[in-house]
């Protein structure tokens, strides 16, 4: 199994970015994917996840700003970060997991997931 996270890089507040996640290597037509951030001296944290039949899920800081999608024939996942804060200047991770509970709670719970990106640098100022 591999995710190979791109697309971070330093940006000004209000700017925008497109995170992409490459998967391959497992279920993936039943696999539930999602991102999650780190921030030094914080713990891993959810903010985006999107089920095997399309729903989503976001962190409440992110809704109406961040925007999960994936294209299949491609295998990626994908982060559209709009309106960029501070705040949101973390490690960005992409993850693939079987579905288990429903996707709000696999967000709180990042044990629940099964496979792990080596992340990608968001930077914001």
Known sequence: ????ESGGEPVQAGGSLRLSCEGSG?????????WYRQAPGKE?????????????????????????SQDNTKNTLYLQMND??????????????????????MLRKPQLWLNWGQGTQVTVS
């Open 44 to 68: 891993r944290e959810g903010v985006a996840a999107i089920d095997t039949d399309g729903s989503t899920s976001y962190k409440d800081s992110v809704k109406g700003r961040f925007t999960i």
């Open 1 to 4: 199994v591999q995710l190979v």
């Open 26 to 34: 497992y279920d993936k037509p039943n696999y539930c994917m999602g």
């Open 84 to 105: 960029l804060k501070p705040e949101d200047t973390a490690m960005y991770f992409c993850a693939s997991g079987p579905p288990t509970g429903t996707l709000a709670t």
